[in-house]
Antibody, heavy 118, light 107 residues
């Protein structure tokens, strides 16, 4: 069965970076886009960007341009999302999402809580 | 960026009721819209894609309609497990923005 397993919770100081991993299994890794979506406490869903695991091509929301990097390792079917220059507004749960038809998220990782605090 | 505006922000209803949630896009997105359900403390779940196509495994009491800028999600005969927050997401152009969510509460 399709599974996306994310790395564990992180606590970071302002200005630091965080790198979250998402290991995919149960399907052909290179055939589906992976998106990253975050959700701040008590808030809605925010789309951050996507990567195609086959080509490595990425698209990022303008809001995160310059401080986000999505990469993939096809040998271990894992996607990574790194966010730099963290501030308290980046405290959120970060989800990786497999999509079909490019955009529609049919399988979600369990979420990785990231807390940014001095 | 395309702005997605949902209404209402919250709604109270009873088991057995029918409710409709609206999602409006700031520009035309044809039928490129998805609806998600998120229960408290849980991961979102895709209900509808392509504005009106029911995702596999989703009960038929959920339905979606619309095209262009105006879309609706209808839930017929509400069940206890339907009380959750619902989000629309446009799938037309980057960034794939979400609506702010509609919280469905038990009356």
């Amino acid at each position: 069965q399709v599974q996306l397993v994310q790395s564990g919770a992180e606590v970071k100081k302002p200005g630091a970076s965080v790198k979250v991993s998402c290991e995919a299994s149960g399907y052909t890794f290179i055939a589906f886009h992976i998106h990253w979506v975050r959700q701040a406490p008590g808030h809605g869903l925010e789309w951050m960007g996507q990567i195609h695991p086959n080509s490595g091509v990425t698209n990022y929301a303008q809001k995160f341009q310059g401080r986000i990097t999505m990469t993939r390792d096809t040998s271990n079917t894992t996607v990574y999302m790194e966010l730099n220059s963290l501030n308290s507004d980046d405290s959120a749960i970060y989800y990786c999402v497999r999509s079909f038809r490019v955009t529609y998220g049919d399988y979600w990782g369990q979420g990785t809580p990231v807390a940014v605090s001095s | 960026d395309i702005q997605m505006t949902q209404s209402p922000s919250s709604v109270s209803a009873s088991v057995g009721d029918t409710i409709t949630i609206t999602c409006r896009a700031s520009q035309g997105i044809a039928g490129r819209l998805g609806w998600y359900q998120q229960k408290a403390g849980k991961v979102p779940n895709l209900l509808i894609f392509g504005a009106s196509r029911l995702q596999s495994g989703v009960p038929s009491r959920f339905s979606g309609s619309g095209s262009g800028t105006d879309f609706t999600l209808t839930i017929n005969s509400l069940q206890p497990e339907d009380f959750a927050t619902y989000y629309c997401q446009q799938a037309d152009s980057f960034p794939f923005t979400f609506g702010q969510g509609t919280k469905l509460e038990i009356k």
